[in-house]
């Protein structure tokens, strides 16, 4: 008698714990694919983020003697950012994914693109998650002078 209300007592016990995994495994599991969501973002912010200050400094080196064109950093940026910015919007009425342009910083110039003008990236893309029906902003600008003008050298020596 007394080992039939032990094993009936143990059985109530697993039981409880069943119950408690059962209540608990969907929010672990919630967790989980909320972090690999949130990684996937980030790295995904992390590279377009470089990508924008990369063109941007590839931009600041290069065409400081009016010698680049809009398409080719847009190139640059769509390769650098391991094809997550695409360039230029695939539809008219959405905002565009990538804008890249010059600001005419120079007093009395022919509103040239020359040195110490600037040239301005910006990126605003939508990201969804993959498990949850949500989009989520993926943005990063970045603006440098134009550093030299063309065939100029923009010093030596460095890393
Ligand atoms: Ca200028």
Not at 25 to 37: K, N, S, T
Request: with cysteine; hydrophobic share 40%; charged share 20%.
């Amino acid at each position: 008698m007394r080992l039939l209300r032990r094993l009936l007592r143990k059985d109530r016990e697993d039981g409880q714990a069943t119950f408690e995994f059962a209540l608990l495994i969907p929010l672990f599991i919630l967790a989980v694919l909320l972090v690999v969501d949130g990684g996937i973002w980030m790295y995904k912010f992390v590279t377009v983020s470089n990508a924008v200050r990369d063109t941007a400094r590839y931009a600041s080196v290069n065409c400081g003697g009016n010698t680049c064109d809009i398409g080719a950093l847009e190139t640059r940026l769509e390769q650098s950012s391991s094809g997550f910015v695409t360039c230029p919007p695939p539809t008219a009425p959405d905002p565009p994914d990538c804008q890249i342009r010059w600001i005419d910083r120079g007093a009395g110039d022919s509103g040239d693109v020359d040195k110490g003008d600037s040239v301005i990236i910006y990126v605003n893309q939508k990201h969804d998650l993959l498990f949850f029906p949500v989009s989520v902003g993926v943005a990063s600008c970045a603006e440098m002078r134009l550093e030299a003008a063309n065939g100029e050298s923009v010093g030596s020596g460095g890393c």
